[in-house]
C-alpha cells in the first residue's frame, strides 16, 4: 500500500534562514515523487521531482530534496527563506504502475517571519 | 496556469441541485483528472480520464459523474449537491507515457453548497 505522510503541518521561520519541510512516504513499488507548491487562491505549481536519475533533486527558487530509500523519506529545504515561499506545500508519490494511484500528503504550511 | 481552465472560479449552489464544473487545456495532454481539496486532508482523486474513451473512478467518486467531450474537455458533476461536497476543486493534465509526468493544474474552483 502507498502512503505519504507529511510530519508538519505548519512551519514558521524567519525570513532569510533555512527551511526544511518533512515528507516520509510508503510505496511497495520505486515510486516516483514530487513536491508542489500552492500559493493562496492559485493552484498547484511543480517545485520539483524525483525520478531515480539523481537521489538530490534541484527545483525551482532555491528549493531542493534528497531522496533517501533506507529513510523512506523525500524533505523538501531551501538555505535561506523568502517572504514569497509562504505557501501550502504538498509531497505526493506516484507508484511506478499507475497514475491512479497518486497520493497527496496533507500538506505543511509554510510562514515566513520578516 | 493558464493553460488549464477551470469555470466557475466560484459557485454557491444549494443542496439538491444539479451542478457542472468544466475543465479545458490547451496542453494537448491526454490525460486529464479531477480532485477535491479539503482542509487538512491534500487533494483527493475524484476521476481521471487517459483519453477520450477512457473514465476511471478515483479514490472518492460517489456523488459525482464525468464526461470527456474531448481531448481539451474534462466536465465534473453534482447530480444532486450537498453540503459535505463543499471544497475547492481542481482539474488537472499529464502527458501519456511515463509516470514521471508531471501534473499541472488548474486555478480551482471553490464550491460552496448550502
Known amino acids: 500500500a502507498q502512503s505519504v505522510t507529511q510530519l508538519d503541518s505548519h512551519v514558521s521561520v524567519s525570513e532569510g534562514t533555512p527551511v526544511l519541510l518533512r515528507c516520509n512516504y510508503s510505496s511497495s513499488y520505486s515510486p516516483s515523487l514530487f513536491w508542489y507548491v500552492q500559493h493562496p487562491n492559485k493552484g498547484l505549481q511543480l517545485l520539483l521531482k524525483y525520478t531515480s536519475a539523481a537521489t538530490l533533486v534541484k527545483g525551482i527558487n532555491g528549493f531542493e530534496a534528497e531522496f533517501k530509500k533506507s529513510e523512506t523519506s523525500f524533505h523538501l529545504t531551501k538555505p535561506s527563506a523568502h517572504m514569497s515561499d509562504a505557501a501550502e506545500y504538498f509531497c505526493?508519490?506516484?507508484?511506478?504502475?499507475?497514475?491512479?494511484?497518486?497520493?497527496f500528503g496533507s500538506g505543511t504550511r509554510l510562514s515566513i517571519r520578516p | 496556469d493558464a493553460d488549464v481552465t477551470q469555470t466557475p472560479r466560484n459557485r454557491i449552489t444549494k443542496t439538491g441541485k444539479r451542478i457542472m464544473l468544466e475543465c479545458s487545456q490547451t496542453k494537448g495532454h491526454d490525460r486529464m483528472y479531477w480532485y477535491r481539496q479539503d482542509p487538512g486532508l491534500g487533494l483527493r482523486l475524484i476521476y481521471y480520464?487517459?483519453?477520450?474513451?477512457?473514465?476511471n473512478k478515483g479514490e472518492i467518486s460517489d456523488g459525482y459523474s464525468v464526461s470527456r467531450q474531448a481531448q481539451a474537455k474534462f466536465s465534473l458533476s453534482l447530480e444532486s449537491a450537498i453540503p459535505n461536497q463543499t471544497a475547492l476543486y481542481f482539474c488537472?493534465?499529464?502527458?501519456?507515457?511515463?509516470?514521471?509526468?508531471?501534473?499541472?493544474f488548474g486555478p480551482g474552483t471553490r464550491l460552496t453548497v448550502l
Open positions: 480520464s487517459f483519453d477520450v474513451k477512457d473514465i
Open positions: 488537472a493534465t499529464s502527458a501519456r507515457g511515463s509516470s514521471y509526468n508531471e501534473q499541472f
Open positions: 505526493v508519490v506516484m507508484p511506478y504502475s499507475s497514475a491512479s494511484k497518486i497520493i
